[in-house]
């Protein structure tokens, strides 16, 4: 299993925590608040959140502690991701 997590500010100054996990050929994300006790998972994240987990992957990978799938895999959603907002404009 490869478990991917990062954290950041809220407008409101929470903070929010977001989780990515490969086990099994298959993604799962999640994220949640830190005033709140559930996690909250989520099919595809939204574009912001893709682009910083693909900055995340691409240095793991750089390391040499992810494979290139990885990083290709999410290159694809942030595609997906682009095109469905172009659509919705």
């Excluded at 709140?36 to 995340?56: A, Y």
Aim: include cysteine; aromatic fraction near 10%.
């Amino acid at each position: 299993m490869h478990k991917h997590e990062w954290h950041e500010k809220t407008e409101d100054g929470d903070v929010r925590y977001v989780r990515a996990c490969f086990h099994a050929g298959r993604w799962t994300f999640e994220d949640t608040l830190k005033s709140e006790d559930d996690w909250h998972s989520h099919e595809r994240l939204p574009l912001r959140d893709l682009e910083t987990l693909r900055d995340l992957l691409w240095n793991k990978y750089q390391r040499g502690r992810i494979p290139h799938s990885h990083v290709k895999f999410i290159d694809k959603q942030i595609a997906a991701a682009q095109d469905d907002s172009e659509e919705s404009e």
